[in-house]
């Protein structure tokens, strides 16, 4: 799940070196933070936080098959 947030992260933002997803997993919770630069930060989170959500939504149909439940965090 790491690897997808970073490559769709990576296509939206102008500086894709400065993406950065670490993973935290708490028994069954696994959370994703992504950090971007302050210039792309809107770029990620999106009108009304569209992109944000659609983000979200496509994490959480690839960890379907997991037993664990994804989040992602945009900090």
């Not at 028994?27 to 770029?43: S, W, Y």
């Not at 994490?59 to 989040?71: C, E, F, I, P």
Request: zero cysteines; aromatic letters at 0%; glycine letters at 6%.
């Amino acid at each position: 799940m790491k690897e997808l947030v970073e490559v769709i992260a990576k296509a939206l933002v102008d500086n894709p070196d400065e993406v950065i997803v670490t993973e935290k997993t708490e028994g069954k919770n696994v959370t994703l933070e992504l950090r971007v630069a302050p210039a792309d930060m809107g770029k990620v989170i999106g009108k009304q936080g569209r992109i944000a959500k659609a983000i979200r939504t496509v994490v959480k149909a690839a960890s379907l098959g997991d037993k664990h439940r994804v989040d992602v965090d945009i900090v």
